[in-house]
Every structure is written in C-alpha cells, then in structure tokens.
C-alpha cells in the first residue's frame, strides 16, 4: 500500500491514450445522460495487452495516492476544488512541480483482517522534522496528549525528493522513525522508479 509520483517509466503517450480511451468517454457519456460531474473523480486504470482498461471510479480522492499528487500541485488547490464544484474549472490553472513525491503506508498489525487499535504511536515530530516529509494521519485518534491507532490503514508518510527514487528512500526513512505496536507496511513501494519498469 502506497504511491508515487510521478512515474516516469509510463510514456505521455500511455497518458494521453488513458485520457482519450477511458477518461473523456467517461465524460461525455455522463453529460449525454444528463448527469454532468463536478468534483473529483478518482480513476483506476490497467494497463492491459489490448490497451488501457478501467476499473472503477470513485467520487473521491484516491488514498494513498492523493498523497502524492497534492503535495506536488503548483496552484490554489482550495480555488481549484470549488471550481469544480460550480462548474467554473477551466479558469482555474494548477500545475505539477517537478519534484517527486512517494507515499508509504503505515497500518496495524492484522489489517487487513481483525486487528487491535489504541497503540501509542512515537516518532511523529522527528519524522517531520524537515520540509520533505509529511504524515497524514488516517486511523488515528487522541488520547491526552498521545496519538493512537485507531483504524487499519494508519498513517500515510509521504516523502518528497528531486526524483522518484529519492523520495521512495526519504518515505521509507520516515517510516524507520515512526512505531506503534504492530505497525506493518509495504517494502516494494517504488521498485519500478528504481529499476525504471512498468
């Protein structure tokens, strides 16, 4: 469970396929049935021997990936949201910065079968010491002045770097600091950026 971005092995040409096959049909399929969309509408895509495929639509952000693309958006985000949502989008111009960023997910132990929540979790502040991390919290709660597990999916430690794989190992050096009982997570997140693969 994680994310990168951007994700340099995927050709603009793969994109722009993407955006022509699946996303603008989708589209004009909902306008043509009276039911335009204003809002984020999150796509999960496959890539597939015959091309392109999707697989669902949410009417929301992605998680974990919003993690990684928010933190790169040049722009007024919050602008941009509710222009979306009167309809106003095309006067709004967001951009991606060119940094890199990759989104490690932190969850407890047993998710995502039965598992226990009220854990102490620790190293928060020193993984975020610097301006190339940051920790969104997800199944988390207080408890006086603790933060603790309280859900299966935990936390969501993103890292930022001039290049995917350099924001893969600040993610990963991040996680090294944080603890709570049980904490499991993913290893394999961005081993394509690395090894440049599909």
Same mark, same amino acid.
């Given at each position: 469970?994680?994310?990168?971005?951007?994700?340099?092995?995927?050709?603009?040409?793969?994109?722009?396929?993407?955006?022509?096959?699946c996303?603008?049909?989708?589209?004009?399929?909902?306008?043509?049935?009276?039911?335009p969309?204003?809002?984020v509408?999150?796509?999960?895509?496959?890539?597939?021997?015959?091309?392109?495929?999707t697989?669902?639509?949410?009417?929301?952000?992605g998680?974990?990936?919003?993690?990684v693309?928010?933190?790169?958006?040049?722009?007024?985000?919050?602008? +941009?949201?509710?222009? *979306?949502?009167?309809?106003? !989008?095309?006067?709004?111009? @967001? #951009?991606?910065?060119?940094? /890199? &960023?990759?989104?490690?997910?932190?969850a407890s132990?047993?998710?995502?079968?039965e598992?226990?929540?009220?854990?102490?979790?620790?190293?928060?502040?020193?993984?975020?010491?610097?301006?190339?991390v940051?920790?969104?919290q997800?199944?988390?709660?207080?408890?006086?002045? +603790?933060?603790?597990? *309280?859900?299966?999916?935990v !936390?969501?430690?993103?890292? @930022? #770097?001039a290049?995917?794989? /350099? &924001?893969v190992?600040?993610?990963?050096?991040?996680?090294?600091?944080?603890?709570?009982e049980g904490?499991?997570?993913?290893?394999d997140i961005?081993w394509?950026?690395?090894?440049?693969r599909?």
């Amino acid at each position: 469970m994680g994310a990168y971005s951007p994700v340099p092995q995927v050709p603009a040409a793969i994109v722009a396929e993407i955006l022509e096959t699946c996303v603008r049909p989708t589209a004009r399929a909902m306008v043509a049935a009276g039911r335009p969309y204003q809002g984020v509408l999150f796509g999960g895509f496959m890539l597939t021997p015959a091309g392109p495929s999707t697989l669902e639509y949410n009417c929301r952000f992605g998680d974990p990936e919003a993690q990684v693309i928010l933190p790169r958006i040049n722009g007024d985000f919050a602008a +941009a949201c509710l222009a *979306a949502a009167t309809g106003r !989008l095309a006067e709004v111009e @967001l #951009g991606l910065a060119d940094q /890199a &960023a990759a989104c490690v997910v932190m969850a407890s132990g047993g998710y995502p079968e039965e598992y226990a929540t009220g854990y102490r979790i620790s190293g928060l502040e020193a993984a975020t010491a610097g301006d190339e991390v940051m920790v969104f919290q997800a199944g988390t709660r207080r408890e006086g002045d +603790a933060v603790v597990t *309280a859900g299966g999916r935990v !936390l969501g430690v993103t890292g @930022l #770097g001039a290049t995917p794989a /350099a &924001a893969v190992d600040r993610a990963y050096a991040a996680v090294a600091q944080i603890g709570f009982e049980g904490a499991h997570y993913r290893r394999d997140i961005g081993w394509q950026a690395r090894e440049a693969r599909v």
